[in-house]
T-cell receptor, first 114, second 113 residues
Framework: AQSVTQLGSHVSVSEGALVLLRCNYS??????LFWYVQYPNQGLQLLLK??????LVKGINGFEAEFKKSETSFHLTKPSAHMSDAAEYFC????????????FGSGTRLSIRP | EADIYQTPRYLVIGTGKKITLECSQT?????MYWYQQDPGMELHLIHY???????EKGDLSSESTVSRIRTEHFPLTLESARPSHTSQYLC????????????FGPGTRLTVL
């Protein structure tokens, strides 16, 4: 069975500082992995996805994530935080041939300090 | 860009009312999904559909029902709303060759008094 664990329900960083949001997954087969962002009172927007091609995945808004099979991790990073990055971030996992269902983590709220 | 719409965006109703949350997508996607999300919490799949006349219950038990008469339309209905139904409801759809990437609507925030 697939599952996702996001470490830290709330992360706070200063504007211009490195952003690191942690995600570990469990899957019985090579998975698809996603990071979604949710701004207040909105739906989810895809930041980036891993689909077994390059292990370092670049997404929108300067975010990237690295797939590390040995650590079963898919951490999200951004070199320099911007005030507009404040939002809820969800890591998600899906298995090929799983009826296309996605399992979401519990989310990490990112706050940016001026 | 994904085009998936949900109406209403916000709804406040009294206990016992019947409500229908609308979800439409213009991308011709076969697979559609409904999620329930409590504030600050993860998403839970409550219903999904593989296509017209196909509906399945999700991982979280829900008293709501869905229908899929047209490809583009996937409404969710609560026959008798209760305060425990207060939540955000998110609709999503999936293209057939998108590595399971789902596109989300803006959500409906439901409050039952």
């Amino acid at each position: 069975a697939q599952s996702v664990t996001q470490l830290g329900s709330h992360v706070s960083v200063s504007e211009g500082a490195l952003v690191l949001l942690r995600c570990n997954y469990s899957s019985s087969v090579p998975p698809y992995l996603f990071w979604y962002v949710q701004y207040p009172n909105q739906g989810l927007q895809l930041l980036l996805k891993y689909t077994s091609a390059a292990t370092l995945v670049k997404g929108i808004n300067g975010f990237e994530a690295e797939f590390k099979k040995s650590e079963t991790s898919f951490h999200l990073t951004k070199p320099s935080a911007h005030m507009s990055d404040a939002a809820e971030y969800f890591c998600a996992v899906s298995e090929p041939n799983s009826a296309s269902k996605i399992i979401f983590g519990s989310g990490t709220r990112l706050s940016i300090r001026p | 860009e994904a085009d998936i719409y949900q109406t209403p965006r916000y709804l406040v109703i009294g206990t016992g009312k019947k409500i229908t949350l609308e979800c439409s997508q213009t991308m011709g996607h076969d697979k559609m999904y409904w999620y329930q999300q409590d504030p600050g919490m993860e998403l839970h799949l409550i219903h999904y559909s593989y296509g017209v006349n196909s509906t399945e219950k999700g991982d979280l038990s829900s008293e709501s029902t869905v229908s899929r008469i047209r490809t583009e339309h996937f409404p969710l209905t609560l026959e008798s709303a209760r305060p425990s139904h207060t939540s955000q409801y998110l609709c999503a759809s999936l293209g057939s060759v998108s590595y399971n990437e789902q596109f989300f609507g803006p959500g409906t925030r439901l409050t039952v008094l």
